[in-house]
């Protein structure tokens, strides 16, 4: 299991996982934790995390920007982001709040 613990908050997370779930908890706190195996970098205000064979779950501050792409799996986002993009082949996208969304799916549902 990975995890990074930043000490400036992006205002924008880009989550890329071909084939394994993604999980995305805004909840209130000031940092950026993820949990799997992971290999992340930063460029000014934006966190690219990318999964590196398992599942991720990606706990944010309430409020970022969200950017998440899968070929074949689920994306789930808990609590209330700020513009979401969702991208799935054929993975199942369940949003629970967002200030906007863009939501993309080839053969999957979007609840």
Known sequence: MG???GAGVPTTVRISSPSHRVRVVAED?????VEGRFASRESGSVMSVESAGSPLV???P?????QVGTESSRIEVEGAVGHLAATSSSGRVEVESAETADIRTSSGRVE
């Open 3 to 5: 995890e990074r613990e």
């Open 29 to 33: 706190r000031s940092d950026i934790v």
């Open 58 to 60: 990606v706990h944010v």
């Open 62 to 66: 309430r409020g970022p920007d969200v």
